[in-house]
């Protein structure tokens, strides 16, 4: 049983990655319904905000009593109030399941589906996959434990860690490929943030729907290309300084308050380097060039610290890379962040 129900609970995990992008500031879930006899007789998932849930989406597919006396598989525990959707806990009794498979709870204080199912029942089993729903959907917790948007920070190196020569040119590190897996890449996140130093120097377009630029002496020219498509929202000191510069901190809390639950960073050295200083990195995706630029003197993709002792280092953990042309793409979660 244990290795069925790893089986369906990586099938439902598949299903939820089809909402990356989609459904902010809600939680990826996919869902796998079998009969009694234990046939596969219907799936869904949660395709956009204010759709559907995973097991609504699923179950309004079975006709007749199909899933009577069945097993439905969910990577997140199903919902029990009333939102922009009925609760799911409500069409699963509907239904008759007889069997509740979920990858992990949900953290939302307002979700008691497993006390609900229970009461009704349903035999509910739990933890199937924990490890692999809870990364899945780590956006989601972070944005309910933390109150803070999740932070991605995206950067271009060569070989030895450099975004640039020492007169600042960068154009171009990595191939075309990697350039259009970044902007693939950017279209999941709620937010675009960068810095004035970047808009000043490189003048991006960096075309999505809601960006921030961090210019604390209202620095950037208004006639900048990244003015040209979507939503600016432009930080100056009047946010509040910290030794200085702007309060980072400050300015992820006003993001969420703002509804932005993820945030892709595109910046220079300096400003990932007072994220990373900051514990306010979440996950860093480096794209590194097939060169060297072998000069010291070259910009560094962070230069936030002082650091003498290696231990001191902050710590990474790669989960996936890959490669485009003559590029690799490493995604990696900082070990000092909830993941």
């Known amino acids: ?56 989406d699923a179950l309004l597919k079975v006709k007749n009593n199909e899933a009577e006396g069945g097993t439905l598989y969910v990577n997140l525990e199903p919902c029990s109030h009333q939102g922009k959707t009925p609760p799911c806990t409500d069409i699963i009794i509907e239904k008759k399941i007889k069997r509740v498979v979920y990858g992990m709870k949900d ?22 996959m924990e490890n692999e729903a ?25 070989m030895d860690g450099k975004i640039g020569t020492k007169t ?3 154009k171009w590190i990595t191939s075309n490929e990697s350039r259009k897996a ?19 120097s490189d003048n991006p377009r960096m075309e999505h729907r809601f960006k921030c630029i961090l210019d ?56 990932a380097g007072a994220l990373l200083r900051e514990g306010l990195i979440d996950e860093i995706y480096q794209f590194i ?7 010291n003197n070259g910009k560094s993709c962070f230069d936030g610290d002082n650091i003498l002792n290696i231990d001191d280092s902050i710590k990474l953990k790669i989960y996936e890379v890959k490669k485009f ?8 979660t900082v070990c000092h962040t909830h993941v």
Do not use: W
Not at 36 to 43: A, D, E, T
Not at 325 to 332: A, F, P, R, T
């Open 134 to 158: 809870k990364f899945l959907n780590r956006v989601f917790i972070k944005n309910m434990t933390k109150n803070l948007p999740y932070i991605v920070l995206k950067t271009a190196t060569t």
């Open 289 to 295: 060039g097939a060169k060297i630029l072998n000069d």
């Open 325 to 332: 042309d003559e590029d690799i793409l490493i995604k990696s």
């Open 107 to 128: 953290i939302n204080p307002k979700v008691d589906g497993i006390s609900v199912l229970k009461k009704a029942g349903i035999e509910v089993v739990g933890g199937i």
């Open 1 to 56: 049983m244990i290795n069925q129900d790893e089986k369906y609970m990586r099938q439902a995990i598949k299903l939820a990655l089809k909402g990356v992008g989609k459904v902010s500031p809600n939680p990826l879930v996919g869902c796998v319904v079998l009969d009694k006899c234990g046939n596969v007789i219907s799936k869904g998932y949660h395709k956009k905000y204010g759709d559907n849930h995973a097991e609504r």
């Open 168 to 170: 600042g040119d960068s």
């Open 182 to 200: 970044a902007r693939k890449i950017r279209k999941v996140f709620d937010c675009i943030m960068t810095s004035s130093n970047t808009v000043i």
């Open 216 to 271: 604390k002496n209202n620095r950037v020219p208004k006639d900048s290309i990244i003015y040209n498509q979507g939503k600016v929202l432009t930080i100056n000191s009047d946010i509040g300084l910290k030794d200085g510069q702007i309060d980072l901190l400050k300015v992820m809390k006003l993001l969420y308050s703002k509804g932005v639950c993820s945030v892709f960073v595109e910046c220079g050295g300096t400003l």
